[in-house]
């Protein structure tokens, strides 16, 4: 596996590859690797011929400096991960190719201000704007998300029509632990029973689902899984069923060519956590 530690040494390690062009899968994380990031590095072995996961703790998507602070870098167990893997290269930018004082930003007005924008404002814009610089810097054929950040990849694909990239996105569902939570870099920081807690956000959603299969009412289905996290001492900081297609608030359940996104935010142990479910 080539280490690349700036773009110089990326293009070293990817210039055979264009050269022949060849298919190139880039899988962008900030580290501390679980299983589903596992599965989206397989992905990407699968469809393609060469396979560049960044490794990269963006500070720019973080709202506060605590929370930057406190998030896992496991930097050693995550080259070895990739080394298992069979990753052909590990893109570990140093901190000075994306300048934290960069003045020039990637926005999008709109969906990037609710929800995980309103919990943690300027995290899309961060992110929209190191993924970009990503993207130019690997020139991938392919990149591979995740549906567990629905929000953040719905924002992505709009990212990649908007700018012409010329990149094939594939989105992967959500990995989640035996208990149902979704896999997330930040379960490392919950204690053992937060994280017995943080599955009822899953149990909570897919019980509102199998409801909203039989005819509920998307006011219903929310308030449903309100209440059930509110019974387990679980604060939610949104709740939303949303439209797939252009991310408005769902008014009914049934739309041709959409399955509505049921969408939760909370707070366990003082850590934010995300997931999301399908809606039949």
Request: glycine share 8%; net charge positive.
């Amino acid at each position: 596996m080539f280490l690349a530690r700036d773009p110089a040494s990326l293009d070293r390690a990817l210039a055979g590859a264009r050269r022949r062009r060849r298919r190139v899968g880039l899988v962008p994380t900030m580290g501390a690797l679980h299983a589903g990031h596992e599965t989206l590095i397989r992905e990407s072995l699968h469809r393609c011929d060469r396979t560049v996961v960044s490794i990269y703790v963006n500070p720019l998507q973080f709202d506060s400096a605590a929370d930057f602070g406190r998030y896992p870098r496991p930097l050693r167990r995550d080259l070895a991960v990739l080394r298992r893997l069979g990753v052909d290269v590990a893109y570990c930018p140093k901190p000075s190719v994306f300048p934290a004082g960069c003045a020039l930003r990637v926005t999008e007005p709109r969906v990037s201000e609710i929800l995980e924008g309103r919990v943690r404002p300027g995290h899309f814009e961060g992110v929209l704007t190191i993924v970009a610089k990503l993207f130019l810097q690997v020139r991938p054929t392919h990149v591979f998300f995740g549906e567990k950040d629905f929000q953040q990849l719905w924002l992505i694909r709009r990212l990649l029509r908007e700018f012409r990239f010329g990149i094939e996105l594939v989105a992967v569902p959500t990995v989640r632990e035996p208990s149902g939570l979704a896999c997330s870099s930040r379960n490392e920081l919950l204690s053992a029973r937060g994280r017995r807690r943080a599955a009822e956000i899953y149990h909570a959603l897919s019980s509102a689902a199998r409801r909203a299969g039989s005819g509920g009412r998307p006011v219903s289905i929310v308030a449903q899984v309100r209440r059930r996290l509110m019974e387990k001492k679980i604060r939610p900081e949104y709740i939303v069923l949303v439209d797939p297609v252009d991310f408005t608030p769902a008014r009914r359940l049934i739309r041709p060519g959409a399955r509505p996104r049921l969408l939760a935010g909370c707070r366990i142990d003082g850590i934010h956590l995300i997931d999301n479910i399908s809606i039949p």
